[in-house]
């Protein structure tokens, strides 16, 4: 392919961002390799986000604003994205960060030598609060090809390797819009979290060929801090339920589930157990007994069975898998109280 041949539609939906998407469309503006379109979907901001991309549309030509007056998610406002995209390949960012001015040129420059479906880079996960940067790449640039290829890639990316971003993150790939388009690939609009996850299950299902760049060139920014305890989520089961099926489905087509089992069962367990606890994030609205019925809903459900899996070999956490299995609810339920209240004294000291 020749690098005058690559189109890329840039796609950024927003929410409330104006404090970060003049920045993050100034470092698509400064790429070296501009691309066909930068396609900007704001999702019914309150502040002043649509007036910020209004100006940038009226003074650059391949910026196009499309407005929806009602929140819909962002799973919504990607999909939308996608459905007027003309470039051939489609790169998805979020509002509040940004990227290196050589990703494009980079990304052209190695599509010249090779038609990949997909091409990855690694990431910059910046910490503003902490003033850190902590780079996830690969250890090498790898060409995947055809059926063992792709299923080399997957058994490599698995979380026993670390390298789980694989699969849960979208703006560190450029993606071909043709098998997003044959192959009917959308966003689930219907769960608030994972939706990533899913959207590279089914688009790694119909790949050929897999470009991975031992380089970081998406600079993500953590503005808060990440605890145990975070937003809480009502989908919780069904969620996780939709996504390890998903992720299950990909890794069955290329005959690696019997092998990564293990690992993605304690890894959805890491998961489930971190959500046990999300009861107690400060905008989780539900009374007392609304949570110890949470609760017991979450000990009922197939999913715990993966808490138990993570859980096993780890003796920090035998009274608590003790507790779980009891079944008693308002024992486990004080249990994970004093626990975060115990965590957030820690984490209090810890500021100080």
């Not at 880079?121 to 780079?135: C, P, Q, V, W």
């Not at 390890?244 to 069962?265: F, G, I, P, R, V």
Request: aromatic share 12%.
């Amino acid at each position: 392919m020749d690098c005058h041949k690559l189109e890329i539609s840039t796609i950024i939906p927003t929410y409330n961002s104006q404090d970060y998407i003049g920045e993050c469309i100034e470092s698509v503006l400064n790429q070296k390799f501009l691309p066909i379109e930068i396609i900007i979907v704001d999702d019914g901001s309150k502040d002043n986000t649509i007036e910020i991309c209004r100006q940038y549309e009226k003074k650059c030509n391949i910026i196009k604003v499309i407005e929806m007056h009602i929140n819909q998610g962002v799973s919504v406002a990607r999909n939308a994205g996608i459905e007027i995209a003309k470039g051939n390949y489609i790169h998805f960012m979020d509002s509040d960060d940004t990227i290196e001015e050589s990703m494009y040129s980079d990304f052209a420059d190695i599509l010249k030598k090779v038609k990949a479906d997909v091409v990855i880079s690694g990431i910059k996960n910046i910490y503003e609060k902490e003033k850190n940067i902590i780079i996830e790449e690969a250890d090498k640039s790898v060409l995947y090809e055809k059926f063992d290829g792709i299923a080399k890639f997957l058994k490599e990316i698995c979380v026993s390797k670390g390298k789980i971003w694989g699969l849960n993150v979208i703006w560190n790939k450029l993606y071909r819009k043709d098998i997003i388009i044959t192959n009917n690939i959308i966003f689930n609009n219907k769960i608030n979290l994972g939706e990533d996850f899913i959207f590279n299950c089914n688009f790694f299902e119909n790949v050929n060929s897999i470009q991975v760049i031992n380089k970081s060139y998406y600079n993500y920014y953590r503005r808060d801090n990440n605890s145990l305890v975070s937003k809480f989520r009502t989908d919780i089961i069904d969620r996780r339920k939709l996504i390890y099926l998903e992720w299950k489905k990909l890794y069955e087509k290329y005959n690696l589930y019997d092998k990564c089992k293990d690992d993605m069962q304690k890894y959805e367990g890491y998961l489930m157990y971190n959500n046990l606890y999300t009861i107690f994030s400060k905008n989780c609205k539900l009374s007392r007994p609304e949570k110890k019925e949470f609760l017991n809903k979450l000990l009922d459900s197939e999913n715990i069975n993966f808490v138990y899996i993570f859980f096993k070999g780890k003796k920090k956490y035998a009274i608590e898998e003790k507790i779980m299995k009891s079944e008693k609810i308002n024992l486990l339920y004080c249990y994970m109280m004093i626990k975060m209240k115990l965590m957030n004294l820690k984490s209090i000291r810890r500021a100080k």
